[in-house]
């Protein structure tokens, strides 16, 4: 699982319909949120199924409906990830004047390969 999966898999649902334009020759959707402030990854969504908090430690916490329920086969870290219906991605983030989320870091520099475990810094 991607660090970008779990925002991906949160966003609210789309209209049915959504007004196009064919400008620049492809068809471009506009939606009724705007795109993200450079810097930003998005805003609170207003359907309140779909949750973001951030932890004391800036660690962004998600709870939706259809969040994964855990890790096949390896409930040690889905003990690690999920507590209290909440998913713990890893991502540090703090919330912007202007209601948005900034991505400031991560709790863990590391990315885990099928080689081993990297350290980024």
């Given at each position: 699982?991607?660090?970008?999966?779990?925002?991906?898999?949160?966003?609210?649902?789309?209209?049915?319909?959504?007004?196009?334009?064919?400008?620049?020759?492809g068809s471009v959707a506009h939606f009724d949120q705007t795109?993200?402030?450079?810097?930003?990854?998005?805003?609170?969504?207003?359907?309140?199924?779909?949750?973001?908090?951030?932890?004391?430690?800036?660690?962004?916490?998600?709870?939706?409906?259809?969040?994964?329920?855990?890790?096949?086969?390896?409930?040690?870290?889905?003990?690690?990830?999920?507590?209290?219906?909440?998913?713990?991605?890893?991502?540090?983030?703090?919330?912007?004047?202007?209601?948005?989320?900034?991505?400031?870091?991560?709790?863990?520099?590391?990315?885990?390969?099928?080689?081993?475990?990297?350290?980024?810094?």
């Amino acid at each position: 699982m991607s660090d970008w999966t779990a925002f991906a898999s949160l966003s609210p649902p789309l209209p049915r319909r959504p007004r196009t334009s064919s400008r620049y020759g492809g068809s471009v959707a506009h939606f009724d949120q705007t795109f993200p402030r450079p810097g930003n990854i998005g805003r609170k969504f207003s359907d309140p199924r779909f949750q973001v908090e951030v932890a004391h430690d800036g660690e962004t916490l998600v709870r939706a409906p259809l969040l994964f329920r855990e890790y096949w086969r390896n409930p040690k870290e889905t003990d690690a990830v999920l507590r209290d219906g909440w998913f713990r991605t890893g991502d540090l983030i703090e919330r912007t004047a202007h209601g948005e989320i900034r991505l400031i870091g991560r709790k863990k520099d590391v990315i885990i390969t099928s080689g081993g475990k990297t350290t980024t810094q």
